[in-house]
């Protein structure tokens, strides 16, 4: 049975026991739903209330359209040997172009939607649509495989350190598709169909959006989960950090160091164990005796500090009984409220720590009192959102109890519900600025100010490689704030020749991200507790040839800011983010789509990373649809052709749109 509902804006069809539901969600866009018996309002997702829009929704016998803007929903109950099922698709309205379409798994049985019950109302849930051939598909969050186009590949819906899952995707066919639950599950992006799968859920909820470009698919789909805020100034500056600055007088001196030789400086970070005990959420006053001053003298330096808070919580912190007692931690569904184990200050093994509860408002509240009081109030306004994931060993999150529900329905929510916790508590302030440097994220984690990086990475040119491909989808994915560890995180010889020149590779890349950050782990590295620190990770340890090209980098970062500056408004009000594939500027062009090893910053500077060691010359493709001007030489380039760029140790290959009004010397 097909009817109309809600004034007539909304199709609603009942087969057998399951209800599908179709509706207008913002311009061009349609979300789906589907459950046994009932459409259920209170399941946790992304999406924020849409604009209102004009539809026409029809129906005959056997089917039904959804006409919102330039995309339809057409609904069909089908025949088969079991009985009726519904199947949808979409297809463009001025062309009736398919777009995409569910399929049934089978010609008997199951149809496009699978419910395998696991007990007390939820169960295992698959959505099934076809597969198209030539197809691209881009997004998905970030993750290490390094590949930009995902077509083929089979990915986990959890989320893990420098595998962040957020499950909406681009496609070349141009259609975004959002999976909107936060169950932990998989995508499985085949040549015979894709299917997403929730491991257990109670139902199914996606959303759908068309436009003529990719950057339309974007902005329509930053208007349905929440515009990024706009970025303060200041942080598109340089951030100074190494795994551990032990002391007040240790960091200071790293700052005034900067402004002593004259370099660019906007952040310092204070990280982990700093604190007295995990989840104390405050300066041990052994190391940091005086945070206040230490604060106000970065403030006369024109430098921010920055504070790692986690959400763990240590069964010795002052604040664990509070939390336990009232509910605020995040339970389990057998055993202690515990989730990993921590070498925590003043015990020599590691013991079991728990997380607190960020779906929780209570719990969001109760941080955020916390942090103002032994941070904000001291002048932090820079947040370092470590482990939040969040950080579970052994990682079983459907053993979790959350406020919002069982871990498998919505586990892959913590990091977005965290930065919310920051967010709200800022805004509470009546503080419009909000940075916060996050590990992991999920669909609309981008309006509550998350910036994301790239996690525990390699310092190895293989992994260089894969931040290119890795921070681009991100970009797709609707977070247009990202950077990488300059350098990776995980080793890497400050003494080393050949360390050093992946480091300086690495800084000539990362002038050109959205945040230009400097975090490692180097070498000699000490076993994981509160005494670690690692090797010396400043500008001037890798000795004076290196230091002089990566001074250059940082003026060259000054120099750049103002641009930046201009795309970072442009992803806060339209949603398209500072770093690009060259296909999002250039959809025409059917070789860029292919391009996954240089890349766009805003739409007039095209970046090729140097990404192999020993280098001398460096292939380019630069689009057509424009000239391009070598940014080093003055060169003049016709576009839709490719290009050898000779090496050098000076500067990566960069290319200027021409008439483009950019200074980069």
Not at 573 to 590: I, T
């Amino acid at each position: 049975m097909i009817t109309i509902r809600e004034d007539g804006r909304v199709l609603e069809v009942t087969v057998q026991h399951e209800v599908l539901r179709v509706e207008p969600w913002g311009p061009d866009s349609v979300r789906v739903r589907a459950g046994q018996h009932t459409i259920l309002d209170d399941v946790p997702g992304a999406l924020v209330p849409p604009k209102p829009t004009d539809v026409t929704v029809t129906t005959e016998e056997r089917e039904g359209r959804l006409v919102n803007g330039g995309l339809t929903a057409i609904v069909e109950i089908a025949e088969s040997d079991t009985g009726d099922s519904a199947l949808l698709r979409f297809v463009r309205t001025c062309s009736g172009e398919e777009l995409l379409a569910e399929e049934r798994a089978h010609f008997w049985w199951p149809g496009a939607r699978l419910f395998s019950a696991t007990g007390n109302g939820y169960a295992r849930l698959e959505q099934r649509f076809a597969a198209y051939e030539g197809e691209r598909l881009y997004g998905l969050g970030q993750h290490t495989h390094g590949r930009l186009d995902q077509k083929g590949l089979v990915l986990d819906l959890v989320q893990r350190n420098a595998e962040v899952s957020i499950p909406f995707l681009l496609s070349s066919r141009g259609y975004g598709f959002l999976w909107n639950l936060p169950a932990v599950g998989r995508v499985e992006l085949a040549e015979n169909g894709t299917r997403w799968v929730a491991d257990s859920a109670r139902q199914i909820d996606y959303w759908v959006t068309a436009a003529a470009t990719p950057a339309g698919i974007l902005s329509r789909y930053a208007d349905a989960t929440g515009h990024a805020p706009m970025l303060p100034e200041w942080a598109a500056g340089f951030w100074q950090s190494k795994l551990r600055y032990r002391t007040q007088e240790e960091l200071l001196a790293v700052a005034r160091e900067h402004k002593r030789r004259g370099l660019p400086l906007s952040v310092i970070v204070t990280d982990f164990f700093h604190w007295t005990h995990l989840g104390d959420w405050r300066f041990d006053p052994a190391e940091w005796p005086d945070p206040d001053a230490m604060i106000a003298e970065l403030d006369e330096l024109g430098v921010k500090l920055m504070v790692s808070v986690w959400p763990s919580v240590s069964p010795l912190s002052e604040n664990y009984p509070h939390l336990l007692n009232e509910g605020l931690l995040a339970g389990t569904e057998q055993g202690v409220p515990f989730h990993a184990p921590w070498k925590d200050k003043g015990f020599d093994t590691k013991l079991p720590v728990a997380f607190y509860d960020p779906t929780n408002p209570a719990a969001r509240e109760f941080l955020w009192r916390t942090v103002k009081r032994n941070y904000y109030d001291k002048g932090v306004r820079v947040w370092w959102l470590d482990a939040c994931e969040p950080e579970i060993q052994p990682g079983h999150p459907q053993n979790l109890r959350f406020h919002a529900g069982p871990g498998s329905e919505v586990f892959n929510l913590y990091p977005m519900a965290h930065a919310r916790a920051f967010a709200e508590g800022l805004h509470g302030e009546g503080d419009d600025e909000v940075v916060l440097l996050c590990r992991s994220a999920w669909a609309g984690s981008q309006r509550y100010g998350a910036a994301l990086w790239s996690g525990d990475i390699p310092a190895t040119w293989e992994s260089l490689r894969a931040q290119v491909r890795a921070g681009l989808n991100v970009a797709l994915s609707g977070i247009p704030w990202w950077t990488t560890d300059i350098g990776g995180f995980h080793g890497g010889d400050p003494g080393s020749p050949e360390y050093r020149e992946l480091m300086v590779r690495w800084f000539q890349y990362g002038v050109f991200c959205p945040l230009f950050r400097l975090h490692g782990y180097r070498d000699p590295r000490t076993p994981f507790g509160p005494e670690m620190e690692g090797g010396p990770n400043e500008v001037w340890s890798y000795g004076e040839e290196a230091y002089e090209l990566i001074a250059n980098c940082l003026r060259l970062r000054e120099r750049l800011r103002p641009y930046l500056m201009t795309q970072l408004r442009a992803a806060h009000e339209q949603g398209l983010p500072p770093l690009r594939p060259v296909f999002l500027q250039f959809p025409a062009d059917a070789r860029a789509w292919e391009v996954d090893d240089e890349f766009l910053l805003g739409p007039d500077i095209l970046v090729a990373p140097v990404l192999a060691p020993g280098a001398t010359a460096r292939e380019v493709y630069l689009p057509a649809g424009a000239e391009w001007v070598d940014a080093w030489t003055g060169t003049t380039h016709g576009g839709g052709e490719t290009v050898s760029v000779p090496v050098v140790r000076e500067h990566i290959p960069v290319f200027l749109r021409a008439g483009a009004d950019v200074r980069l010397r």
